[in-house]
């Protein structure tokens, strides 16, 4: 039987020759959120990247819920597997316009929704997109990925602009996605935090996975 959610075989990739990840091999279980962790350099973002195929593997394969990733769509599946950036690329100039990259009939109502939720208010729907804060950026790229109603959410140090108000707002909206049956792949270096989201976990070192399984139980995390 297949195992549900993404299983990562053998998984390789170099960058201008120079080995990036190293003979990964993993389950990322689905309705679950994983957090991937380790030091810096160690090859976390480039994974996430290989998760919705806006990188390919050199070595191994991928699969999601037992399919291989290549035979998935590109853009099909980055509707399914939205992934939230540390450094969010803005592509339009209105908030409103952002929401609706990925979702052109996306009505006020759920526009207003979506930025609640992220914790911006239903007031900056009319904004332009120029003078907002890195933190707002941030809320931004994540209501936008919640727009087109993703499966799996990956992302990439989300929390990094924001204070622990906003902090504590997005990290209740990812333990709703996830109680709801959504899947979260969570790249953080604040794990303290992260660990209490997650419910399975990934240690890269010097891209190599060092460890894997239950948050309290890997040494990596137990570190002071």
């Not at 201008?16 to 091999?25: F, H, K, R």
């Not at 291989?68 to 599946?77: A, K, Q, V």
């Not at 990439?156 to 997005?170: H, Q």
């Not at 953080?188 to 935090?193: F, I, K, L, M």
């Amino acid at each position: 039987m297949s195992q549900a959610g993404f299983v990562l075989e053998g998984v390789g990739l170099r960058r201008g020759g120079a080995p990036v990840l190293t003979d990964i091999s993993a389950h990322l279980p689905r309705g679950c959120c994983t957090l991937v962790t380790g030091p810096s350099g160690a090859g976390k973002s480039s994974l996430l990247r290989l998760l919705n195929r806006l990188a390919e593997p050199d070595t191994g394969r991928i699969l999601l819920d037992g399919r291989p990733l290549s035979g998935h769509d590109p853009l099909l599946l980055r509707r399914r597997v939205a992934l939230v950036a540390q450094h969010t690329a803005l592509l339009t100039d209105s908030v409103a316009g952002e929401l609706a990259v990925g979702r052109p009939a996306l009505d006020a109502v759920c526009a207003a929704d979506l930025l609640e939720r992220v914790g911006l208010g239903a007031c900056f729907l009319s904004r332009s997109t120029e003078g907002l804060s890195g933190g707002q950026v941030q809320r931004l790229g994540l209501a936008r990925a919640l727009a087109t109603g993703p499966e799996v959410l990956l992302l990439d140090e989300p929390t990094s602009a924001l204070d622990d108000t906003a902090t504590g707002l997005v990290d209740d909206l990812l333990a709703a996605f996830v109680t709801d049956g959504g899947t979260a792949v969570l790249v953080s270096h604040r794990t303290a935090h992260a660990r209490r989201l997650a419910g399975h976990a990934l240690v890269l070192e010097a891209g190599r996975l060092t460890e894997a399984g239950d948050p309290a139980r890997l040494r990596y995390l137990a570190a002071p």
